[in-house]
């Protein structure tokens, strides 16, 4: 069983000072409504967004654009899916809205408030409580069950004493996801006891612990066979039905896509019209 960190060698959050958080009760106020009249912020209603974001990565003395000039609108509650041939920017767009990269130009913005200008310690406890992400290789620890991978983001945001403290509220939570994606009877088993589509489901549950508000999908089937993908997109559809999860999805299977509400299709770095 993995031990919780010592509130001792918990990272150190900064003072609430030029936009950063002392406490998750920071972070939420943080990224509350602003009042504020500004142009680029999305409209009421819309719950992840960008404006005008542009990415380029170098080889050598070489500048490569990947996005130029994405503009993105994610409403709450919405299942969407952004496809794109490889290499036109899908996975650093995901990247960037959360938080997991920052653009060379533009904003990036969760319930109405900019993010991608949050000091490293805001970005980091903004991903452990409101975004959960999953990616098309599981990254399960190997040494740890089923169960433990599961918890492994409540051992991340909470001292030991924290931890020890809400330990049967985060098991509870933790069977009740392994039900929810079909592993009830594997909580106990390592990752190398498992199929793919078993993994991948673990990963879902993972990601879902902490009960954020946006799943980040980053080719979610890409390594398993098509029937094997389909029951893993059957397990997203139930929880943005279910648990009106907002989902913003990477792929390049126009079947999985089709799985969700709305399309979005890049381009050479831009969005396609039409």
Request: aromatic share 6%.
């Amino acid at each position: 069983m993995i031990t919780p960190r010592r509130a001792a060698d918990a990272p150190r959050v900064p003072a609430a000072a030029n936009g950063d958080v002392r406490t998750l009760a920071d972070l939420q106020r943080r990224v509350e409504p602003s009042s504020a009249v500004n142009p680029l912020v999305p409209n009421v209603g819309v719950h992840l967004g960008c404006r005008n974001l542009f990415k380029s990565y170098r080889k050598g003395a070489i500048g490569i654009p990947v996005l130029q000039g994405i503009d993105l609108d994610v409403h709450e509650g919405e299942f969407l899916a952004i496809v794109g041939q490889s290499g036109c920017g899908k996975s650093t767009l995901l990247h960037l809205l959360g938080t997991l990269d920052q653009p060379d130009a533009g904003e990036v913005f969760f319930q109405r408030h900019r993010i991608d200008n949050l000091p490293s310690a805001s970005r980091d406890m903004l991903r452990n409580r409101h975004f959960g992400m999953i990616f098309q290789f599981y990254h399960l620890l190997p040494e740890l069950t089923t169960l433990e991978n599961i918890l492994a983001p409540a051992f991340i945001a909470e001292s030991t004493f924290g931890y020890w403290m809400r330990r049967g509220a985060y098991r509870r939570r933790a069977f009740e996801l392994l039900e929810l994606v079909g592993l009830g009877h594997r909580a106990k088993h390592k990752p190398r006891e498992l199929s793919g589509g078993e993994m991948q489901r673990a990963a879902i549950a993972r990601a879902l612990l902490l009960k954020p508000k946006v799943l980040l999908a980053d080719e979610p089937t890409g390594n398993l066979d098509r029937s094997t993908g389909e029951s893993v997109m059957q397990t997203l559809g139930e929880l943005n039905d279910r648990e009106k999860l907002t989902i913003v999805m990477v792929t390049h299977d126009p079947w999985i896509a089709g799985q969700a509400d709305r399309t979005v299709k890049l381009v050479e770095g831009r969005i396609a019209v039409g």
